[in-house]
Every structure is written in structure tokens, then in C-alpha cells.
T-cell receptor
Framework: DTAVSQTPKYLVTQMGNDKSIKCEQNLGHDTMYWYKQDSKKFLKIMFSYNNKELIINETVPNRFSPKSPDKAHLNLHINSLELGDSAVYFC??????????????FGPGTRLTVT | SQQGEEDPQALSIQEGENATMNCSYKTSINNLQWYRQNSGRGLVHLILIRSNEREKHSGRLRVTLDTSKKSSSLLITASRAADTASYFCATDNQGGKLIFGQGTELSVKP
């Protein structure tokens, strides 16, 4: 009964490759997010989808392309991987709380290592 | 750009002691949230305080918010070894877009 799940948990790949990370939530939330956490634990939002529609698109290289086939899934595809893409990628989802407040539920993370 | 800055960056205490972490931010907010991250895991939401609230409690957690100083603090009372984790503040000023601080690493020694 995992709430937010991601696959794979670890991903080791070479520069130039294309890879995807999948995320699924069974919480019935409308909004999903992708975050990147660097080696200093700094967590930065990348994208957000609300009911399959892109609502937040931060300044992320266009090698990163999110896709939301339905509101329970948000995948992240990365083209032409670079060394600097090495990080932990977290998926999250949220339900709206009262007055525009959003508590977020995070997945376990995908540790991407580009060699 | 980074919104929240936390201090201390690292905190080491003995079990039973209280731990206080501080967060400062730059712009106006709708609410401020605190999250915990255990090593190798995802973040877990702890508590949310709205901009019109000054203090909130949840179990052993006490959060304060001073919007005039643009700062918040998280107090964990009677700490336990299981509280060892990184703690992050996150500000919400655009309905769902959370901006995280760099976190405080708390180590509670048994």
C-alpha cells in the first residue's frame, strides 16, 4: 500500500544515454511534482502537473521532459544525460488543503549516477 | 532561487535534550512547512503553519512563525535517537510551489 512509488530506485548510466524514471501515486491526488536533490541536499522543484496538465516548469534544460499519462502517474524522461544530472530525483504528490495550502507526499527517490 | 536558509546546518545533541532549528526566508508566504528526511529516504511532512498563525504544536514538535522577521523555528522536545534526520523548511507562496531550505542535519546520540 505504498503511497508514492518510484522506479527504479537506483540508476547508473553513461553520459549521452537516455533514461526514464517512473512515478505512481495511489493517494488520489490531483497534483504531482518532480524535484531534484543535489549532493548538498538542496532540493529544487523541476515540474508540477495538475490533473495531467503542466502547471510548473522551472528553468530546467529541455533534455528533461515530464509526461503524465493520467493523474496517478508522472514520468520523467532525460535525454543525452550529463555528469551534472547525477542527483536524487524525487516524485511527490499533493492534495489541496484549506486556503491554498499543499502538504506534499514524497516518493523514496531515484538515485541517478551518470558516469 | 533559494528561499529558505536554515541554521544551524548541523546539530548534535544527546537523547532527551531539545533541538531547535531555525529557518529564514525572503519573500511573503502563504504558509511554511517543515519536513523530515531520514538518510536515503524521501521527505515526510511534519507540520504546516499558515502566515496568519504564530505557533503550532504537534506531539513533541513546536513551530513558530514570525512573518515580520521572515523566520520560523522548529523545536523538537525530549529528542530520541529516532529523530536523527535532516529537517527542511519549505515556503509556499504560490499555491503548491514549495521552495526548500538547505536543511539542518540533526544527530541525536543515545
Amino acid at each position: 500500500d505504498t503511497a508514492v512509488s518510484q522506479t527504479p530506485k537506483y540508476l547508473v548510466t553513461q553520459m549521452g544515454n537516455d533514461k526514464s524514471i517512473k512515478c505512481e501515486q495511489n493517494l488520489g491526488h490531483d497534483t504531482m511534482y518532480w524535484y531534484k536533490q543535489d549532493s548538498k541536499k538542496f532540493l529544487k522543484i523541476m515540474f508540477s502537473y495538475n490533473n495531467k496538465e503542466l502547471i510548473i516548469n522551472e528553468t530546467v534544460p529541455n533534455r528533461f521532459s515530464p509526461k503524465s499519462p493520467d493523474k496517478a502517474h508522472l514520468n520523467l524522461h532525460i535525454n543525452s544525460l550529463e555528469l551534472g544530472d547525477s542527483a536524487v530525483y524525487f516524485c511527490a504528490s499533493s492534495r489541496p488543503l484549506a486556503a491554498g495550502s499543499y502538504e506534499q507526499y514524497f516518493g523514496p527517490g531515484t538515485r541517478l549516477t551518470v558516469t | 532561487s533559494q528561499q529558505g536558509e536554515e541554521d544551524p546546518q548541523a546539530l548534535s545533541i544527546q537523547e532527551g535534550e531539545n533541538a531547535t532549528m531555525n529557518c529564514s526566508y525572503k519573500t511573503s508566504i502563504n504558509n511554511l512547512q517543515w519536513y523530515r528526511q531520514n538518510s536515503g529516504r524521501g521527505l515526510v511532512h511534519l507540520i504546516l503553519i499558515r502566515s496568519n498563525e504564530r505557533e503550532k504544536h504537534s506531539g513533541r514538535l513546536r513551530v513558530t512563525l514570525d512573518t515580520s522577521k521572515k523566520s520560523s523555528s522548529l523545536l523538537i522536545t525530549a529528542s530520541r535517537a529516532a529523530d536523527t534526520a535532516s529537517y527542511f523548511c519549505a515556503t509556499d507562496n504560490q499555491g503548491g510551489k514549495l521552495i526548500f531550505g538547505q536543511g539542518t542535519e540533526l544527530s541525536v546520540k543515545p
